[in-house]
């Protein structure tokens, strides 16, 4: 019997999360409560429309020829909250020869996550403090789920790309950054570093639901920023 799925909504050409074009889909529901969330409506697990991994795939096959360097990802929401849904739709992806990428957190059960982590071919870790105190201020969880997620992606040789929002007067500290690094050249697994600035693209939301954003009065990083993120990281852009 095909499981039931929530889905918030599904981007159809993504070119951000995970290598080439791929298809997107966000899954409904998350932990976490990011104070600069885009999508404070895809955090209510009640919410989104019930789906299947059967008319998921069968939605994914149409645009095959368009994904066919890039992929699938699975997004959200939180993802791994859905684990046997995520389950099917990877195992379909991959009988059809398409890749498969996970965005998440990492605030997850990993151990009923083991199966779908072991079976997708890339997983988009969003590092979202290092530090677990600010990162409960930052999201209302602290790190250390997503600390085990990653040790598990090192002891199983998981390809992993590692996101990181980088918003002012929050993760844009340098000692922070620091410590980031040092953190993540630990990992043999971690294929990719991407900062990603912050924005206030979904501030409308918040408002919209009723919602503070109290991330209003905070400045969006220049270019200049970034660069400084860069080097402390270590990236070469390009
Ligand atoms: S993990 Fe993603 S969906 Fe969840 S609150 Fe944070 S930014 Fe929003």
Known sequence: MDVIGRIHSIETFGAVDGPGIRFIIFFQGCPLRCLYCHNPDSWDFSQGKETTPSRMIE????????????????????????????????????????????????????????KVIDQVELILLDIKDIDDEDCIILTGRGNQKMKNLLSYCESIKKPVWIRHVVVPKYT???????????????????????????????EYKWKEIGFDYRLSGIKEPTKKDMEEVYKILKIKKG
């Open 172 to 202: 844009m500290k340098k000692d922070k950054l620091e410590r980031l690094y040092n953190f993540i050249k630990q990992y043999k697994c971690i294929e990719k570093v991407e900062p990603l600035d912050f924005h206030k693209i979904g």
């Open 59 to 114: 939605e994914i096959l149409k645009y095959k020829s368009y994904i066919k360097t890039g992929g699938v990802t699975l997004s959200g929401g939180e993802p791994l909250m859905q684990p046997e849904f995520a389950l099917e739709i990877i195992k379909e992806c991959k009988k059809n020869g398409i890749h498969t990428a996970i965005d998440t957190s990492g605030f997850i059960n990993l151990d009923n996550c083991k």
